[in-house]
């Protein structure tokens, strides 16, 4: 049976209009812009934020509308199971997070948004902020080498700080009743152990805090020989994008500072 040909979609007003609140609510800056090259295709990889629908929408509409750049988005498997809700993902070049939807996505030429951490990096728990949960995942690196396609670093500020979390799911995770729960295979198999379980935040509305972009160099990957050479990249992709993150929060405090004084 021939495999049916993945239908990309982008909307730029569908796409626009999601992220115009969050960009008038957030008022986004954008750093690095230097680095981004519309005309050829990369792997945009970058930490995941809290709940992670604030901060992707702008990011994903700057690429798009102000550079040119349809970056299609690998989103979790979770958001393809809801009605409604999963025609709108698809609308602003969502795909089901699997390689042979990414593989088909890159050979018709697109850039691929990439966030290692996935679900779990969306649903963090107290003391999680700005961290980086990225598993043993190399298959975006495998990729990105396939198709020749260089790692873009980005680093998202703002999204971790929105919200302040009432009920953390660790606690839950403690009770002997949920334990219980999870020890039925299929109910644990549905909640990924506990995974994908979000905590509850205090308020439903989120600060009014900037949100901070930054896109870094791009790195080549071609130059890897092994896994091993690709552990230890992935390992220093990590340990830069950490220290962007703290560089960004002092810009951020700077920046602040000075137009407060203005």
Same mark, same amino acid.
């Given at each position: 049976?021939?495999?049916?040909?993945?239908?990309?979609?982008?909307?730029?007003?569908?796409?626009?209009?999601?992220?115009?609140?969050?960009?008038?609510?957030?008022?986004?800056?954008?750093?690095?812009t230097?680095?981004?090259?519309?005309?050829?295709?990369? @792997?945009?990889?970058?930490?995941?934020?809290?709940?992670?629908?604030?901060? #992707?929408?702008?990011?994903?509409?700057?690429?798009?509308?102000?550079? +040119?750049?349809?970056?299609?988005?690998?989103?979790?498997?979770?958001?393809?199971?809801?009605?409604?809700?999963?025609? @709108?993902?698809?609308?602003?070049? $969502?795909?089901?997070?699997?390689?042979?939807? $990414?593989?088909?996505? @890159?050979?018709?030429?697109? %850039?691929?948004?990439?966030?290692?951490?996935?679900?779990?990096?969306?649903? *963090?728990?107290?003391?999680?902020?700005?961290?980086?949960?990225?598993?043993?995942?190399?298959?975006?690196?495998?990729?990105?080498?396939?198709?020749n396609?260089?790692?873009?670093?980005?680093?998202?500020?703002?999204?971790?700080?929105?919200f302040?979390?009432?009920?953390?799911?660790?606690?839950?995770?403690?009770?002997?009743?949920? +334990? *219980?729960?999870? %020890?039925?295979?299929?109910i %644990?198999?549905?909640?990924r152990?506990?995974?994908?379980?979000?905590?509850?935040? *205090?308020?439903?509305?989120? *600060?009014?805090?900037?949100?901070?972009? +930054?896109?870094?160099?791009?790195? #080549?990957?071609?130059?890897?020989?092994?896994?091993?050479?690709?552990?230890?990249?992935?390992?220093?992709?990590?340990?830069?994008?950490?220290?962007?993150?703290?560089?960004?929060?002092?810009?951020?405090?700077?920046?602040? +500072?000075?137009?407060?004084?203005?």
């Open positions: 049976m021939k495999q049916k040909t993945l239908q990309i979609m982008h909307s730029p007003t569908l796409i626009r209009l999601i992220s115009g609140l969050q960009r008038f609510y957030f008022s986004p800056t954008y750093l690095g230097e680095n981004l090259v519309p005309n050829q295709p990369a @792997m945009y990889v970058g930490n995941h934020t809290l709940y992670g629908v604030l901060d #992707s929408p702008i990011l994903i509409d700057y690429l798009f509308n102000e550079h +040119k750049i349809a970056v299609v988005s690998l989103a979790d498997h979770v958001h393809f199971h809801i009605p409604l809700w999963r025609e @709108m993902v698809k609308r602003v070049g $969502a795909i089901d997070g699997v390689q042979a939807y $990414a593989r088909q996505a @890159m050979q018709q030429g697109y %850039s691929i948004l990439v966030f290692p951490g996935g679900g779990r990096e969306v649903v *963090k728990r107290k003391g999680e902020a700005y961290q980086l949960i990225w598993k043993q995942r190399y298959g975006f690196l495998k990729l990105a080498q396939e198709f396609y260089e790692i873009a670093p980005f680093i998202a500020l703002g999204g971790d700080e929105v302040d979390l009432a009920l953390d799911v660790n606690s839950l995770l403690k009770q002997n009743w949920f +334990k *219980k729960l999870l %020890s039925y295979p299929k %644990s198999e549905v909640l152990h506990g995974e994908i379980i979000p905590s509850i935040p *205090k308020s439903i509305i989120p *600060k009014k805090i900037p949100f901070y972009f +930054k896109f870094l160099p791009r790195l #080549s990957l071609n130059h890897m020989q092994s896994m091993e050479d690709l552990i230890e990249f992935r390992a220093q992709l990590q340990q830069q994008i950490y220290t962007e993150i703290e560089l960004l929060k002092q810009y951020r405090e700077d920046d602040l +500072k000075s137009k407060k004084n203005d």
